[in-house]
C-alpha cells in the first residue's frame, strides 16, 4: 500500500485566500484524521470521521475551517479566509479499528501551509 | 479530558548510551500508549505501543515500561545510534471505540557520533 496521500506538500498562499487540503487513507482504514502540528502548540487533533462520518470536531479552531469526507478515500480540509496563524503543517492520518482493534495510526507526510 | 506531559523536551546523548523519555497522563481510563517518532519532514511514525495488561514491552533496542497506578509511561532505547536523532510522541487513549489520540508535546532526541 502507499500509505497516507496527502496533496499538496507544501502550499504557499496569501492572507483571505482559500485553502483545501487533501487527503487519501490507507484502503480499508475506517477511521481518518486530521492533525495541525506547529512549535508553539504541538499536536493538535482536529477533527475524526469514522467511516466517513465526522466524530469529534471540538478541535476545530474556528467556523472558518471545515472538513469533509465525501466517501472512504478522499477527505478535505478547507480554510476560509485564511489568516497567518493558520500556517502550520498538516497531517492526515488514518486507522482500522475493525475487529482487530489495533489502533495504530499510521499518517501522512503533511502539507506544510504558509499564509502570508 | 485526557491531558499528557512529556519530559524532557530535549536530550542528548552519546552514540552507544541509553535514552529514556518518560509521559504521565491523567485519565485513569488510557488503556494504549502509543509512541511515534518523527523524522525530519516527515509525519510521525509508530515505533512501539503498550497496552494497559501489560507492564512491559520490548522490540530490538526499543521498550516502552507502563506503571498503571502511578499514570506513567516511558520509552527506553538502549545502545543508541545517529538513526535515532528524531522527535519522539508518546500518547494515551482509551479505546473503546473511540480512536482519539492525546499527545505530549515531544522530545527532540540529538545521538552525539
Known amino acids: 500500500d502507499a500509505g497516507v496521500i496527502q496533496s499538496p506538500r507544501h502550499e504557499v498562499t496569501e492572507m483571505g485566500q482559500e485553502v483545501t487540503l487533501r487527503c487519501k487513507p490507507i484502503s480499508g482504514h475506517d477511521y481518518l484524521f486530521w492533525y495541525r502540528q506547529t512549535m508553539m502548540r504541538g499536536l493538535e487533533l482536529l477533527i475524526y470521521f469514522n467511516n466517513n462520518v465526522p466524530i469529534d470536531d471540538s478541535g476545530m479552531p474556528e467556523d472558518r475551517f471545515s472538513a469533509k469526507m465525501p466517501n472512504a478515500s478522499f477527505s478535505t480540509l478547507k480554510i476560509q479566509p485564511s489568516e497567518p496563524r493558520d500556517s502550520a503543517v498538516y497531517f492526515c492520518?488514518?486507522?482500522?479499528?475493525?475487529?482487530?482493534?489495533?489502533?495504530?495510526?499510521?499518517f501522512g507526510p503533511g502539507t506544510r501551509l504558509t499564509v502570508l | 479530558g485526557e491531558n499528557v506531559e512529556q519530559h524532557p523536551s530535549t536530550l542528548s546523548v552519546q552514540e552507544g548510551d541509553s535514552a529514556v523519555i518518560k509521559c504521565t497522563y491523567s485519565d485513569s481510563a488510557s488503556n494504549y500508549f502509543p509512541w511515534y517518532k518523527q523524522e525530519l519532514g516527515k509525519g510521525p511514525q509508530l515505533i512501539i505501543d503498550i497496552r494497559s495488561n501489560v507492564g512491559e514491552k520490548k522490540d530490538q533496542r526499543i521498550a516502552v515500561t507502563l506503571n498503571k497506578t502511578a499514570k506513567h509511561f516511558s520509552l527506553h532505547i538502549t545502545e543508541t545510534q545517529p538513526e535515532d536523532s528524531a522527535v519522539y510522541f508518546c500518547?494515551?487513549?482509551?479505546?473503546?471505540?473511540?480512536?482519539?489520540?492525546?499527545f505530549g508535546t515531544g522530545t527532540r532526541l540529538t545521538i552525539i557520533p
Open positions: 492520518a488514518s486507522s482500522l479499528w475493525g475487529e482487530a482493534h489495533t489502533d495504530t495510526q499510521y
Open positions: 500518547a494515551a487513549t482509551n479505546n473503546f471505540g473511540n480512536e482519539k489520540l492525546t
